[in-house]
């Protein structure tokens, strides 16, 4: 019995020990990080994203797309709300980011008020996430407990967010699958966090090709999105489109029933659902269960704020997100 009893304690620290080595990266991250030296941190953020949401609803996905971006580029470290500086440029104007991430001056404000109730305390990465998680829940999604601790870069890296680490809207299936492997995330998140295009709108730019030269393509919905999108190259680029034809605002799986029924904006999310394809089966699912959709995309989304944090004495608690202190 006691020697039972003791290997099975020692197989529970063989099992910490691999937790503590493979998941490292997040080792110091915790939900409970800021309860003695910012009590007040979730209401100060979910105030200010619920105004800016209730303001335009669609800033809920681009505060979820901000956390997204900054994870996938060198770890959840803030890097991403750098302004350029005469000494480098940040990851403001690479390709997947220019001219189409928003939000910047709802962070600005969220940090501004947390800087008035803890100053330097709250880390424009945990601000990040902290406004991801709310805005998928106020447009009517799952929420769940974020952790913190992150703390922010002092420099940023242009050719890491320009070239790859982002998945691009006309990546193949395993394009998108390598990205993500790249980050830790597997083909059941991939598929969860990409139904974060159930909210929120893309650029004609990003799927022109797919309206006009797809054949994996509801006629009457590529017609429909034609009409504002015209052939020409370089015409009308910035006309938006949401990503989700039903309901642009709801935070719900009709983003898969999209995709069952071949009305998937980009490339990128129509190749998840191409018969036989090994994610098909997921959209399948999550188009059938907004409870398992719900939990996995939670899950994946801890995951993917787990991505590489500063934490320590790594990095810095900027005062101004735009800016290294
Ligand atoms: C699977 C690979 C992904 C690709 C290729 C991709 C690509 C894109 C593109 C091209 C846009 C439109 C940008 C524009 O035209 O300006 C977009 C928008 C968006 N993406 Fe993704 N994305 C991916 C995954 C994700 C993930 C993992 C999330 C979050 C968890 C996310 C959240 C969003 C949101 C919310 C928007 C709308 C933003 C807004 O309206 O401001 N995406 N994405
Ligand atoms: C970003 O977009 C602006 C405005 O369209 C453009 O002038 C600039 O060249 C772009 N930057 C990069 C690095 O592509
Ligand atoms: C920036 O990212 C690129 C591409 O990932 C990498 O090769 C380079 O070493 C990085 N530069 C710095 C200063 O970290
Ligand atoms: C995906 O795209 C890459 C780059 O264009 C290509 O090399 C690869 O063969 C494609 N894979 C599939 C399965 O189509
Ligand atoms: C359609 O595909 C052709 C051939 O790849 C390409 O030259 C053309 O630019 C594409 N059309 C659009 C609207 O993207």
């Known amino acids: 019995m006691a020697s039972r009893r003791s290997s099975s304690l020692c197989s529970i620290w063989v099992i910490v020990l691999l937790l503590g080595f493979t998941g490292s990266s997040s080792a110091h ?51 991403l709300l750098l302004d350029d500086t005469s000494s480098f440029t940040g990851e403001k104007t690479a390709g997947p980011n220019n001219n189409s991430l928003r939000g910047f001056e709802v962070v600005d404000k969220i940090k501004s008020q947390l800087e008035k109730i803890c100053h330097g ?9 902290i406004a991801a998680r709310d805005s998928v829940k106020i447009l009517g999604g799952p929420s769940w407990k974020v952790k913190l601790g992150r703390r922010d870069s002092k420099t940023a890296n242009f050719t890491a967010a320009d070239s790859g680490a982002l998945p691009a809207p006309t990546a193949n299936l395993s394009q998108l699958k390598t990205t993500f492997r790249a980050v830790g995330l597997n083909k059941r998140d991939l598929v969860a966090l990409s139904g974060a295009h159930t909210i929120g709108k893309a650029r004609c730019s990003s799927f022109k090709d797919r ?18 999108c015209p052939i020409t190259v370089g015409s009308g680029d910035n006309n938006l489109a949401p990503l989700d034809v039903q309901t642009p605002g709801t935070f719900d799986i009709a983003y898969f ?33 907004a409870n398992t959709f719900n939990s996995h995309f939670a899950k994946a989304m801890i995951k993917m704020g ?5 934490t320590g004495s790594n990095g810095e608690i900027r005062l101004n997100c735009r800016r290294s202190n």
């Open 121 to 129: 305390v709250v880390s424009c990465a945990d601000i990040l996430a």
């Open 257 to 289: 029933k999209n995709l069952i029924n071949q009305k998937g904006l980009l490339h990128s999310d129509q190749v998840l659902y191409n018969n036989g394809g090994s994610t098909a089966s997921l959209v399948k699912k999550y188009s059938g269960s």
């Open 29 to 79: 991250l915790s939900k409970h990080f800021y309860s003695k030296s910012c009590p007040k941190v979730f209401d100060a953020v979910k105030s200010v994203v619920q105004s800016a949401v209730n303001n335009e609803k669609r800033m809920g996905a681009s505060l979820l797309r901000l956390h997204f971006h900054d994870c996938f580029v060198n770890g959840c470290d803030g890097s």
């Open 306 to 310: 787990n991505n590489k944090p500063l």
């Open 211 to 228: 309206i006009y030269n797809e054949t994996n393509i509801d006629a009457s919905f590529a017609k429909a999105r034609q009409s504002k």
